[in-house]
């Protein structure tokens, strides 16, 4: 029987641990956890090494192992160098401002509505706001990218045309600085 393995090694100061389905790496005080379980696929670590394997020749299965490696590849690189994602609110009529409030980014004034749109922040990210210019950082590439997902969603103009109403808050660019 064909068995499937896929290895990925620490750097480092970095540690892991696997415990009841969950993965958590950390570095120093840092870490990131994910939830990597699945009936067919085997985790162990083993020294500096997490290896993920399955008897399982299905390729459907194999993916899973595949997928495994690279969140845990991303969690590991998160936590070197943050994951950013930059975004910017534009408008054409209603000036909007956008705040922080606590873990709560706030987008007011958007076309024009008095009551301001509301997103919550996932754990573990952080938003810089700069005027229009929403910076969003963190070690989970996940959070960071849902926090960003949610902020375009809250700019939803609902029935009206996306060619002439184009105010919202957009992803501009992700991963660099």
Do not use: W
């Amino acid at each position: 029987m064909m068995t499937m393995e896929e290895t990925v090694e620490l750097p480092e100061n970095f540690e892991a641990e696997y415990t009841d389905g969950v993965l958590t790496v950390e570095e120093d005080d840092e870490k990131v956890e994910k939830k990597m379980q699945h009936a067919l696929v085997e985790v162990e670590i083993d020294g500096n090494e997490i290896e993920f394997s399955t008897e399982e020749t299905r390729k459907d299965i194999q993916s899973i192992v595949s997928t495994f490696r690279s969140h845990t590849e991303n969690m590991i690189e998160g936590l070197q160098n943050e994951h950013i994602y930059k975004m910017k609110g534009v408008y054409a009529h209603f000036p909007m401002t956008i705040k922080q409030q606590s873990n709560k980014v706030l987008i007011e004034n958007f076309m024009g509505e008095r009551n301001p749109r509301e997103i919550s922040v996932e754990d573990g990210v952080t938003v810089e706001i700069d005027g229009e210019d929403l910076t969003i950082r963190g070690p989970d590439k996940d959070a960071v990218s849902q926090t960003a997902g949610k902020i375009e969603q809250a700019c939803k103009k609902g029935n009206r045309d996306p060619r002439t109403f184009q105010d919202g808050v957009y992803i501009t660019s992700r991963g660099e600085e």
